[in-house]
């Protein structure tokens, strides 16, 4: 029996999110007091009192979602005995989730984590000005026929495919114009569902690459540990565990394929049968079931969730 974390990317934030986490557990509480200390900002109070268009803010959203993804980890550990190192045998993150999963596993700081997270929402919204990019959800279609899409989608534009989500399950980044090519096409060939995004930029494609740089710097001025567990990366579907490699990884991260489908395929292969959704929504949780249906999975975001998490690591022990 093996089991991974996996940890959500933007898209899972609520108002609220990691509130109850923070009046029942100390543990939580120092973890959304360092996030704050960290960026010099009451982003905890954003997150339980702030208005919803304000935690999607970008900037926000990202060390938010992290914060509430390591404060699960932390309860884990205190409340299960959970150890990383012992009874998980790999972690993951979906995009900004990576960076969680690597905190996880002892790679980053926390404090560095959320600084990281900060820049790089500050450097994606920054990279393209408004109106000029747009992401797309293609649904129905698998990942091969999408990449045929934005090859004639482009035309002398960007597209590309950002997010190999799941089975029929892709999202697609670049110009306003391209993004809206590849609808068209996608629904001339048999599409279920091809509809724009409300994003505030185009992710995970080449108009990031000024980001990308950004992100360079930052990484090359923070320390990065060997992971206590090998960490599945986003670009490469594979694990990682050398500081370069990861620093290499997350660069590659901002202009790359989420390769999800891939990772979470190749997790269940190794022979990971239980998938452990750590923060807020359960998204990854969905998207475990329809990549690998004969392993379990099960999201932890708030305190009823503990007890269904002790039960089933004990089964994996």
């Given amino acids: ?31 959304f007091e360092e996030v704050d200390d960290a960026l010099g900002q009451h982003l905890s109070q954003l997150m339980w009192q702030g208005a919803a268009e304000e935690l999607s803010l970008t900037v926000n959203t990202q060390p938010a979602l992290m914060a509430v993804s390591f404060a699960v980890v932390r309860v884990l550990e205190s409340e299960t005995g959970l150890d990383i190192a012992a009874d998980v045998d790999f972690v993951a993150g979906h995009s900004l989730g990576e960076y969680s999963a690597l905190a996880a596993a002892g790679a980053l700081s926390l404090a560095d984590t959320a600084r990281l997270l900060r820049i790089r929402g500050e450097a994606m919204q920054q990279a393209v000005p408004v109106g000029e990019g747009a992401m797309a959800a293609l649904l129905g279609l698998d990942f091969a026929e999408v990449v045929s899409i934005v090859e004639e989608a482009a035309q002398h ?21 391209a993004v809206e090519r590849a609808i068209a096409i996608a629904q001339s060939r048999g599409a279920k569902r091809a509809i724009l995004l409300p994003v505030s930029a185009p992710f995970h494609c080449a108009l990031m690459e000024p980001a990308a740089e950004r992100m360079h ?101």
């Fill in 157 to 177: 534009d960007v597209c590309a495919a950002a997010n190999d989500n799941g089975p029929g399950q892709v999202v697609v980044s670049g110009h306003v114009a």
């Fill in 1 to 31: 029996m093996a089991i991974a974390l996996t940890f959500p990317g933007q898209g899972s934030q609520v108002p609220g999110m990691g509130k109850t986490l923070a009046d029942n557990f100390a543990v939580a509480r120092v973890v």
């Fill in 217 to 317: 710097e930052a990484l090359a001025s923070v320390e990065v540990r060997a992971p206590l567990v090998p960490v599945f990366a986003n670009v490469h579907a594979a694990p990682i565990s050398g500081p370069a490699d990861i620093r290499e990884a997350l660069v590659a991260q901002v202009t790359g394929t989420v390769r999800w489908r891939e990772s979470v395929a190749a997790m269940a292969a190794a022979g990971v049968d239980v998938f452990f959704e750590l923060g807020a929504g359960k998204v990854l949780t969905g998207l475990a079931k329809r990549i690998a249906p004969t392993a379990r999975g099960l999201s932890v975001g708030g305190p009823d969730d503990i007890a269904g998490f002790q039960t089933v690591l004990a089964t994996v022990r």
